[in-house]
């Protein structure tokens, strides 16, 4: 058996938008995904998070499930909406719900983690100019203060930002996400206040006394050249720097990679969002790094490509119900890569998990391909941690079924199934194994 250390967290993670529902209670305004998913075209099938999981309404059976899991610990993030539903309207009661829920976890002897934003903006923050504007960086830390003032002496564990990248590209340069929007220098200026705001909450959480640990967390994927042709590598280089040093060297190095910032010049115009003074607060001392790890990129030269002269091309792995490489080794990969380019910085993997087409047989859901995927990268992290890392705990994506974004509800990352018709929930097959994983504190050899 392969024993994890002893006090190593185990969780699952779970975000507002993909799981709340009751978008219109407790006084909640709209959020830009309100308004993305209701947008005719934007996600499959139309489908939208008024009612989700109901995970509003049901936290209590949700809990019940994570504590006969045996998890220490549940990720999940807050509604910004449910706090500032309006221009100059701050709703403290909107905390309501995440006091009772965070009440009911303690309670059941589960850690609370609390990602402050998981990308539903308030819409009227986004009609003000969203995260490409400079102003919302101080809404972001006024936000963020009232939630360190109500929930602060409750929760010990503070995640700023889940993946500013995607909140940025996604959102603001390839139109995928919310605010649905194809502009690269916005995505660039959007990029910018996310991680600004970011420094800004840390400087915050410090200034407060808070007794407990605050990092961010980046989804990172490790980038592989096609052969070993230097075209390629190089390829590799450029494509790393766009989609992991963009954020890791000004959250931990205080600067942005200086050929990222030649590429901005002459796609955008310049990086006109940084002021003196920025990258000093972007890089505040964290406590942890927060890691979101599913497969990694395997990159070709390609002229052709205008951003980064880059082309994708196929791992020889098997893949996901998402198309992605399952691809373990990327895992240890890149967790030796952050400890020799950043330090021994403290690390969770704060989401792992994979889609598989989930059938319920007989009141069961058999998903073998699951357990097998979290088995190989929970191998990964052992060896790891074998060689001294400093991983501190995982959290499964996903808890349970939910609302994947612009694929609605059609994929499936839960280790316990969702009934979209009925909204019972049914533990996985991965479920179990899970449950044993923690209770042994190990994974079979
Ligand atoms: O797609 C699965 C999860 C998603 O449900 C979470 O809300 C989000 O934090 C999350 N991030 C990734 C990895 N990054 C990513 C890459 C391409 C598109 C969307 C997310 C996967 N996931």
Redesign the pocket.
Known sequence: MRKFPEGFIWGTAT?SY?VEGATREGGRGRSIWDTFAHTPGKVAQGHHGDVACDHYHRYLDDIQLMKDLGISSYRFSIAWPRVMPEKGRVWVKGLDFYKRLIHALLEAGIRPAVTIY?WDLPQWIEDDGGWNSRETVSRFREYSEILFRELGDLVPMWITH??PW?ASI?GYGLGAHAPGLCDWRRAYRAAHHLLLSHGHTVRLYRELGLKGEIGITL?LTPVYPASSRPEDVAAAHRQDMFQNRWFLDPVLKGAYPEELLRRVDAVVGGFDAVQPGDLEVISAPIDFLGV?Y?SRAVVADDPADPLLGVRHVPGEGPRTE?DWEVYPEGLYDLLSRLRRDYGDVPIYIT?N?A?YDDRVEGGSVHDTNRIEYLALHFAAAHRFLEEGGNLRGYYV??LMD?F??AFGYTKR?GIVYVDYETLARIPKDSYFWYQQVIRDRAIAP
Do not use: D, P, V
Request: charged letters at 15%; proline letters at 0%; glycine letters at 4%.
């Open positions: 975000a993909q998981h889940n993946e995607c996604l989804n979101n599913y998402m989401e998990g889609a994506w996903s939910n994947e974004w990352f």
